[in-house]
Every structure is written in structure tokens, then in C-alpha cells.
């Protein structure tokens, strides 16, 4: 089962920011956070990721709660092109024969010209 | 940098039939995963490799295989296809698969199964 839970859709006006949350209620203290996004018919693309620090890149900011048990990324100023599912997993940095990393189902952004 | 590439692009196989389905990392990165991808069960991890070494697997059965090449190229082989095995294959690499790096993926191989 995975280890987060996202909401299924959310709506986001275009040039506004979007702020995605992910619960995470249940990670332990060596696994990281992160995101990917998929658009229709093409890969899961790489976001950000983040351990317990807030992270910030060319394409988003990642904030994580204090007690890590939940975090949100932020678009922020989205596009049309932002229109996509996103995913929120969690995965040890300690590398052992049961890493498998799970999807959950993710949210749909849509955003609304 | 080239991405993940992954061979063919789409393929229509019939049930009781073999595929063998192509990844080609990004330079330089040695751990290759294969994820399947469908409606119902959303994004599964099927298995890892990293240096010619299987390292982890996913719960699928023993008729998906896998292997890695020496430059890091992987495929992987479906046996005795099933109308259920019609998904969308992925896979990702990264640098040394540790999970402070984040894996790339491909665009996939989508199954058709008739």
C-alpha cells in the first residue's frame, strides 16, 4: 500500500499558485519525500525532493511540516502545461532488498485558463 | 543529456505470446527500474537492476524477467502474455539507484495484448 495520501483532483486558476498537499502520517526518519508529475501519455517526470529541509528548484518549492508527517508543493505561478497528475511517494535512503517504491493514485491538477 | 529511451515506442502481441521491451539509461547512470503502468492498478514496481544485478523485485510473477548489460542498457521479458499484461511499461534510471537520487523515467513501451 503506499505510504501517502493525496487528494484526487484540485483545480487551479492559470498564473495563480497551486499548493498540493500530501499526507504522509506514517514516514520514518530516513525516508525522503517526492514528487513527480505525469502528463497523458508520457512519463512520470521528476519534480523536487526533500528530506526535512524545504526545497526549492526551477520548477517548485517543496515545504515539509516540522513533524514531517505531511508536506505540499507549490507551482507558483501555474500554466496550462502544469495540467498533470501528481504524485507525492515517500522511500528509505537506506538501501535494502525491500525499497520498492509505491505509487499511490495521485492528483489530478487541472488548471483553468 | 539524451534521456531515458525506451524501444518500441508501442506494441500489439496476442495472448500465450513472448515480448522483450528495451531501456536505455541516461549516460552514466546505473540502476535501471522497470515500473507497469495501468488504469486499475495505477504505477507497480516490477524489479531493479543495477550492475548486471537484479537488486530488488516487485510482487509479479516469475513470467516477467528481467537483465541488465554490462552498459547499463536493460530489458525486459514477458512470458505466456496474458490479455491482463496489456499496460504501460516504464522505466527509470538514476545514478546509483540510492534514494537520495531521483529516478528518471522514460516515456514507455505501451502492450497492447489481443
Known amino acids: 500500500d503506499a505510504k501517502t495520501t493525496q487528494p484526487p483532483s484540485m483545480d487551479c486558476a492559470e498564473g495563480r499558485a497551486a499548493n498540493l498537499p500530501c499526507n504522509h502520517s506514517?514516514?520514518?526518519?530516513?525516508?525522503?519525500v517526492y514528487w513527480y508529475r505525469q502528463i497523458h501519455s508520457q512519463g512520470p517526470q521528476y519534480i523536487i525532493h526533500g528530506l526535512k529541509n524545504n526545497e526549492t528548484n526551477e520548477m517548485a518549492s517543496l515545504i515539509i511540516t516540522e513533524d514531517r508527517k505531511s508536506s505540499t508543493l507549490i507551482l507558483p505561478h501555474a500554466t496550462l502545461r502544469d495540467t498533470a497528475v501528481y504524485y507525492c511517494i515517500v522511500r528509505s535512503y537506506l538501501m535494502n532488498r525491500d525499497d520498492k517504491i509505491i505509487f499511490g493514485k495521485g492528483t489530478r491538477l487541472h488548471i483553468l485558463p | 543529456k539524451a534521456g531515458v529511451t525506451q524501444t518500441p515506442r508501442y506494441l500489439i502481441k496476442t495472448r500465450g505470446q513472448q515480448v522483450t521491451l528495451s531501456c536505455s539509461p541516461i549516460s552514466g547512470h546505473r540502476s535501471v527500474s522497470w515500473y507497469q503502468q495501468t488504469p486499475g492498478q495505477g504505477l507497480q514496481f516490477l524489479f531493479e537492476?543495477?550492475?548486471?544485478?537484479?537488486?530488488n523485485k516487485g510482487n509479479f510473477p516469475g513470467r516477467f524477467s528481467g537483465r541488465q548489460f554490462s552498459n547499463s542498457r536493460s530489458e525486459m521479458n514477458v512470458s505466456t502474455l496474458e490479455l491482463g499484461d496489456s499496460a504501460l511499461y516504464l522505466c527509470?534510471?538514476?545514478?546509483?539507484?540510492?534514494?537520495?537520487?531521483?529516478?528518471?523515467f522514460g516515456d514507455g513501451t505501451r502492450l497492447s495484448i489481443l
Open positions: 537492476y543495477f550492475s548486471e544485478t537484479q537488486r
Open positions: 506514517t514516514i520514518s526518519g530516513n525516508e525522503y
Open positions: 527509470a534510471s538514476s545514478l546509483q539507484g540510492n534514494s537520495n537520487q531521483p529516478q528518471h
